[in-house]
């Protein structure tokens, strides 16, 4: 894949990440049953929501917009936005269950965590497909600007 098609497939993944995140951490999880939570390291759906708009969405909206004007800095972006949707989703699955097992295969929600986790290893392949890019400009260490950059004083 072309380092272009690999920023705009970046741009549009983690657009709908941080658009998925952010509103479903406002109007679905307080809707979420408590019953689900019970008997988790959690009392309410506060943290959890905090964690999806904050973290997930968060970072997903960085990544989003760094792939568009620094490409380096949005691959490392959405490498980090994929660890973090994929984390969410495995403490999800520790604290309720993973849906289809717990909730049956009927269940309108049994998908999505299978859905965001591959969605989270997308992310991350082509995030580090960009990282690694030919011609990518990466940060050097222990190098100035000035030294990158002769006949600058």
Do not use: C, N
Request: net charge positive; aromatic share 8%.
């Amino acid at each position: 894949m072309s380092h272009w098609k690999t920023r705009i497939a970046l741009l549009v993944l983690d657009s709908v990440l941080a658009v998925s995140a952010i509103v479903s951490a406002f109007t679905v999880i307080p809707g979420l049953p408590r019953e689900w939570i019970a008997g988790s390291v959690f009392p309410d759906y506060t943290v959890p929501a905090l964690a999806l708009g904050v973290l997930v969405g968060g970072t997903a909206l960085i990544a989003a917009l760094a792939v568009i004007f620094r490409p380096v800095l949005g691959a490392a972006a959405a490498m980090v936005s994929a660890v973090m949707i994929i984390g969410f989703e495995l403490v999800e699955i520790a604290a309720v269950g993973f849906s289809p097992v717990t909730y049956g295969m009927d269940k309108p929600q049994s998908w999505l965590q299978v859905a965001y986790l591959a969605l989270g290893a997308v992310i991350a392949f082509l995030g580090a497909g960009l990282w690694r890019a030919p011609g990518g400009r990466r940060p050097s260490i222990g190098t100035s600007r000035q030294a990158r950059q002769p006949g600058l004083l």
